[in-house]
């Protein structure tokens, strides 16, 4: 069933045009030679099981008939799936500024490949030599200490399934009108990862944090130094300096050689390439603290250090660009996560918003983690509008579109986590809706 | 499990609160920083002027600092084009277009200083001197006057400055408030 969605899956509205009518054309022949081969196999069922020896192979694919190609020391997907990319928008005259996001719709599961985990910069993507690298501890500590990555690499490790979410990610939706593009063009500022590294709390506790501490400011190692101000009990909690995703070291667009984790925590505060953490009892005001990632709400004040990013889901299969192909069954399935803590329970609404069904989660359902839902579909051919609301442990439940907007001023888009909701249309185009 | 086990098990996780007993079980491989060498890394600015270094830089200084190392991207006295506009907007914040700037919407005069200082310009962060930074933040707070065209910006002056927006923050941490 993914299948038949995934078949039908355009690019974006741009890209469509010309692949669109090859690709139908491409359907329409397989099937009609699937229906072709169905009848003669029923007609062949009736006469007898036995064929020649020389119909040996001929049913065989080229692949079978030829050895395949050799061993590679690192792989890449498969050359079909060569469309699975990150969408890149930096705006012109700034290479290094900007995001890619993460496919989601072309992903299944809840782990993203280290290659497609989305991308937000402040000036590009430093290239660290791991041996002049340190994190540096200072501050209101006793000791101040600086760790190596070769001495970080002796320290006890744990891992931790985490997502990471920017806090613009599905800014698009603070629109008078829903954005006409696919679910990772909207939402693909979030990933999930096994994050493998060591416990802050257990660096911090070797500097030893003096009394009256309450901040610490984290620095990157990149072009742009990114800073921000973390609350000390976060960093005394569940965060973690990373140095393996998925198993393999740090990608260098997630922080090589090292960054900050902060579980559930709004994107930018998981600062990559960490080289400094200064322990002090006041917040500095950071730049990406209060130009950027702040809400301003309608009487002029803004919001500031939203730190956990809401609870939240969005439907994945059908989505926009995957186009239902005729009534029939369907796994709606789409994921969700909340910085609070655990999802509790995902609906599905099919009727926009008027009845919802509880949708199943597969397991594990981890805390501060992407969980994926499913729930099974069989679409008689009538317009239809699927939306999904999750709810999590600690009770939090994702407000509607409207009432989230209602919140902030004009343009406000920081921290979305409205529900969102497909349109589908007689013909199976899938459209983005507000409802 | 016997009263008597969950007793050294209870002892023994309130020895872990400890900091001083942890760090004893602990790796303990870190490198001791030299305040020299905290010093150099150290470039953290808070609004309240700590982090400030020694040195100054006027308006009028700032002006030609400007020109020549940020008009190409932020345009004429910081109007923006191509990049970030980081002047005007003032009284917008409550219309129904706001206009958020550096003038008109950062809380913290030390704000720019500190990133200016570690990121810009882009293609050169880090390259402009302490006076060149000083000068330059003088310059871009005297275009909406928010600082007069004489002042002078140094360790003292820059976190008296009064930003129109000062006001304009709501902390949600750790509650949003009641």
């Not at chain 1, 069922?45 to 050895?67: L, Q």
Request: aromatic share 8%.
């Amino acid at each position: 069933m993914g299948a038949r969605v995934r078949n039908s899956e355009k690019e974006t509205a741009a890209k469509s045009g010309e692949k669109t009518a090859a690709e139908k054309g491409l359907l329409g022949r397989r099937a009609l030679l699937q229906k072709a081969l169905l009848s003669a196999g029923v007609a062949a069922a009736g006469a007898s099981f036995a064929h020649a020896d020389d119909d040996v192979g001929t049913n065989a694919p080229d692949w079978m008939k030829t050895p395949g190609r050799t061993f590679t020391p690192y792989g890449v997907p498969s050359k079909w799936q060569e469309k699975v990319q990150r969408t890149i928008a930096n705006p012109p005259g700034r290479p290094g500024t900007g995001v890619s996001r993460t496919p989601l719709q072309r992903l299944e599961g809840t782990i993203t490949p280290a290659g497609l985990h989305f991308e937000r910069h402040h000036n590009g993507v430093p290239d660290i030599d791991p041996a002049r690298h340190e994190l540096l501890i200072h501050g209101m500590v006793k000791r101040p200490l600086a760790f190596s990555l070769d001495v970080l690499l002796r320290y006890p490790m744990e891992t931790h399934i985490r997502f990471v979410e920017c806090s613009g990610n599905s800014g698009g939706y603070n629109q008078a009108q829903p954005p006409q593009a696919t679910s990772g063009e909207i939402n693909g500022l979030l990933s999930g990862s096994e994050w493998t590294g060591v416990r802050l709390a257990t660096l911090l506790n070797e500097a030893g944090v003096a009394p009256g501490a309450k901040w610490v400011i984290a620095e990157g190692a990149d072009a742009a130094a990114m800073s921000r101000s973390i609350p000390l009990v976060k960093c005394m909690d569940d965060a973690v300096i990373a140095l393996f995703q998925n198993g393999e070291a740090i990608r260098p667009e997630q922080g090589y050689p090292m960054r900050l984790l902060l579980p559930g925590f709004e994107g930018n505060m998981n600062v990559k390439w960490i080289r400094r953490l200064n322990v002090t009892d006041s917040v500095v005001d950071a730049r990406d603290e209060t130009s950027h990632y702040t809400e301003l709400m309608p009487g002029g004040k803004a919001r500031q250090f939203m730190f956990p990013m809401g609870a939240k889901s969005l439907i994945l299969k059908p989505s926009f660009g995957m186009n239902l192909q005729g009534p029939g069954w369907y796994e709606v399935s789409g994921l969700a996560w909340s910085g609070a803590g655990r999802i509790a329970k995902v609906e599905v609404s099919k009727d926009a918003g008027k009845t919802w069904e509880l949708a199943a989660l597969t397991a594990p359902v981890l805390p501060k983690a992407l969980t994926r839902f499913r729930l099974p579909w069989d679409w008689k051919g009538q317009p239809a509008t699927l939306m999904s609301r999750a709810t999590d442990e600690t009770g939090d439940v994702q407000p509607t579109r409207a009432a989230w907007v209602a919140q902030f001023a004009v343009g406000q888009g920081y921290h979305f986590n409205g529900v969102q909701a497909w349109g589908i249309e007689a013909d199976g185009t899938v459209k983005n809706v507000y409802a | 499990m016997s009263t008597h086990k969950l007793g050294v098990l209870f002892s023994a996780l309130a020895l872990c609160l400890l900091p001083a007993v942890c760090g004893a079980q602990s790796p303990n491989l870190g490198r001791a920083l030299t305040p020299e060498e905290i010093q150099k890394a150290d470039i953290t600015v808070w609004p309240d002027g700590r982090g400030l270094p020694s040195g100054s830089g006027s308006v009028s200084a700032g002006a030609a600092v400007y020109a020549k190392n940020c008009e190409v991207c932020h345009g004429a006295k910081g109007a923006g084009k191509p990049q970030d506009q980081l002047t005007g907007g003032l009284g917008t914040l409550a219309s129904p277009k706001p206009v958020k700037t550096a003038a008109s919407y950062w809380p913290a005069s030390t704000t720019l200083f500190d990133y200016v200082r570690r990121a810009m310009p882009i293609v050169s962060p880090q390259s402009l001197t302490n006076d060149e930074v000083y000068a330059v933040t003088a310059y871009i707070l005297s275009i909406d006057g928010i600082v007069p065209q004489d002042a002078v910006m140094d360790a003292k002056s820059l976190p008296r400055v009064k930003m129109p927006n000062k006001d304009g923050f709501i902390s949600w941490w750790p509650k949003p408030p009641r």
